[in-house]
């Protein structure tokens, strides 16, 4: 998922950005410029696309001769969140309120009983190492013919997938039991984030009480992370985003607890160094020197990351962007790597890693590998630093191509958002918005 999601409504109620054919032709050729600088894979092999082809094939028969061997969720009550323009849906969730817990399932696409070591399709994942998300052009990990069926979580029909299911601690927000294995679910609906925002306001709407239920947690989850220290970059998310975040946040920390703790076995850990005291105290400076915004004398001397959460807080809307780059620019990237010691700094967790995404990273493939085989790659240690590479190139692409159309007089968020339209009229082509 980009980090450039619409909020609530705006590609909902908009329509495209308009532009003429010369426009579009020169974007095309940016775009493949940045392809080959930075060896990024568009279209997929023939034996690929085969593969993935007769993947879809027989579907409904494969999964009931699945059943025996999962747990069968498919009268739990399951929905999924995304955008509006969602191509896949790779997550859904699940909720139920017990004497002194909550209990969260979180299903993920079973991508890896579809793509294995022994397909190209798993080779051709290797090479592109996670999906690239430019303004209205998405450059996939995984075929989309794949992705969009069999791998998507879509109502009302059987899918394979392999569930994380937490008892949570009413009073701690702890772990009282992670179990995560292989089903079978029918997802209920599939909410967008305004349907989401629409049934938190009205609970007897079908699913509104589970998502109230849900939102009770995330919140008291999104809370607790902030208090202990955790970096919140964006904090006026609406409801429907802190939901699925903090869900799979949690779902994250579940699994690479298991696999570390419980297991003791290499996987792909997400590690995020942290920043020098100098360059915190530089990062915090040029916070306090935007105007309208203030970092309380209580937040200097505590932990920078409560501070930077403080000042973002009372922050004016228009300084949220100058905040978050002044920390951005003294962070270091984040990496996998085959052990997770050192943390995650902004996310201020010991273990982390992740699991809830493996349509678009590899990462996340790999360690639905590790958790269900048992079967850590020999070559463990150059994914890692491929899959760090390879997210790295991507992101520079993706900047590189938002300046681009920037420089065209095309707003990348509203692009991002709503879509391209081309049309032969020059007039009718609305290039800024």
């Given at each position: 998922m980009s980090d450039d999601e619409p909020k609530p409504g705006s590609a909902e109620d908009q329509g495209p950005v308009t532009i003429t054919p010369e426009l579009a032709d020169r974007l095309a050729a940016k775009r493949e410029e940045l392809f080959e600088e930075f060896e990024i894979r568009?279209?997929?092999?023939?034996?690929?696309?085969?593969?993935?082809?007769?993947?879809?094939?027989?579907?409904?028969?494969?999964?009931?001769?699945?059943i025996d061997?999962?747990?069968?969720?498919?009268?739990?009550t399951t929905w999924t969140t995304d955008p509006v323009d969602a191509q896949d849906f790779d997550d859904a969730i699940s909720?139920?309120?017990?004497?002194?817990?909550?209990?969260?399932?979180v299903h993920i696409a079973d991508v890896t009983h579809y793509v294995t070591p022994d397909t190209a399709m798993w080779e051709e994942a290797v090479e592109r190492a996670n999906t690239v998300y430019l303004?209205?052009?998405?450059?996939?990990?995984?075929?989309?013919?794949?992705?969009?069926?069999?791998?998507?979580l879509v109502p009302r029909e059987d899918r394979l997938a392999h569930t994380v299911e937490m008892e949570i601690d009413d009073e701690t927000l702890s772990f009282e039991d992670i179990d995560i294995y292989k089903s079978v679910i029918n997802s209920d609906e599939r909410l967008t984030y305004k349907q989401c925002e629409e049934r938190l306001e009205d609970p007897t709407l079908p699913l509104g009480e589970e998502n109230e239920l849900a939102f009770e947690?995330?919140?008291?989850?999104?809370?607790?992370?902030?208090?202990?220290?955790?970096?919140?970059?964006?904090?006026?998310r609406d409801r429907a985003h802190t939901i699925i975040e903090e869900s799979m946040l949690k779902a994250n920390k579940a699994v690479t607890h298991t696999l570390m703790w419980d297991r003791g076995v290499e996987a792909m850990y997400r590690?995020?160094?942290?920043?020098?005291?100098?360059?915190?105290?530089?990062?915090?400076?040029?916070?306090?020197?935007?105007?309208?915004?203030?970092?309380?004398?209580?937040?200097?001397?505590?932990?920078?990351?409560?501070?930077?959460?403080?000042?973002?807080?009372?922050?004016?809307?228009r300084q949220l962007n100058k905040i978050q780059r002044a920390v951005l620019k003294v962070m270091p990237r984040a990496k996998y790597m085959n052990d997770p010691f050192g943390g995650h700094h902004a996310l201020n967790f010991d273990i982390y890693g992740h699991f809830t995404s493996p349509i678009r990273?590899?990462?996340?493939?790999?360690?639905?590998?590790?958790?269900?085989?048992?079967?850590?790659?020999?070559?463990?240690?150059e994914?890692?630093?491929?899959?760090?590479?390879?997210?790295?190139?991507?992101?520079?692409?993706?900047?590189?191509?938002?300046?681009?159309?920037?420089?065209?007089?095309?707003?990348?968020?509203a692009v991002n958002n709503r879509g391209i339209e081309v049309v032969e009229d020059a007039e009718e082509a609305k290039h800024t918005v």
């Amino acid at each position: 998922m980009s980090d450039d999601e619409p909020k609530p409504g705006s590609a909902e109620d908009q329509g495209p950005v308009t532009i003429t054919p010369e426009l579009a032709d020169r974007l095309a050729a940016k775009r493949e410029e940045l392809f080959e600088e930075f060896e990024i894979r568009d279209g997929f092999p023939s034996e690929v696309i085969r593969e993935a082809e007769a993947r879809t094939e027989d579907v409904y028969d494969e999964i009931e001769a699945e059943i025996d061997e999962r747990r069968d969720l498919r009268d739990l009550t399951t929905w999924t969140t995304d955008p509006v323009d969602a191509q896949d849906f790779d997550d859904a969730i699940s909720i139920e309120r017990e004497e002194g817990a909550y209990r969260l399932w979180v299903h993920i696409a079973d991508v890896t009983h579809y793509v294995t070591p022994d397909t190209a399709m798993w080779e051709e994942a290797v090479e592109r190492a996670n999906t690239v998300y430019l303004p209205d052009y998405t450059i996939h990990m995984l075929p989309p013919v794949l992705a969009e069926t069999v791998c998507s979580l879509v109502p009302r029909e059987d899918r394979l997938a392999h569930t994380v299911e937490m008892e949570i601690d009413d009073e701690t927000l702890s772990f009282e039991d992670i179990d995560i294995y292989k089903s079978v679910i029918n997802s209920d609906e599939r909410l967008t984030y305004k349907q989401c925002e629409e049934r938190l306001e009205d609970p007897t709407l079908p699913l509104g009480e589970e998502n109230e239920l849900a939102f009770e947690l995330a919140d008291r989850l999104h809370e607790q992370r902030k208090e202990d220290g955790s970096l919140v970059l964006n904090p006026r998310r609406d409801r429907a985003h802190t939901i699925i975040e903090e869900s799979m946040l949690k779902a994250n920390k579940a699994v690479t607890h298991t696999l570390m703790w419980d297991r003791g076995v290499e996987a792909m850990y997400r590690v995020h160094p942290q920043p020098t005291p100098d360059q915190w105290s530089k990062a915090l400076q040029e916070i306090q020197e935007l105007d309208g915004v203030s970092i309380p004398g209580s937040a200097w001397g505590d932990d920078p990351r409560k501070a930077v959460n403080a000042a973002l807080e009372t922050a004016p809307d228009r300084q949220l962007n100058k905040i978050q780059r002044a920390v951005l620019k003294v962070m270091p990237r984040a990496k996998y790597m085959n052990d997770p010691f050192g943390g995650h700094h902004a996310l201020n967790f010991d273990i982390y890693g992740h699991f809830t995404s493996p349509i678009r990273r590899l990462s996340d493939t790999i360690n639905h590998w590790i958790v269900h085989e048992n079967d850590v790659p020999e070559n463990l240690l150059e994914l890692c630093d491929h899959a760090s590479d390879k997210q790295k190139d991507g992101e520079t692409a993706e900047r590189l191509y938002k300046q681009f159309l920037q420089e065209q007089g095309l707003d990348p968020h509203a692009v991002n958002n709503r879509g391209i339209e081309v049309v032969e009229d020059a007039e009718e082509a609305k290039h800024t918005v």
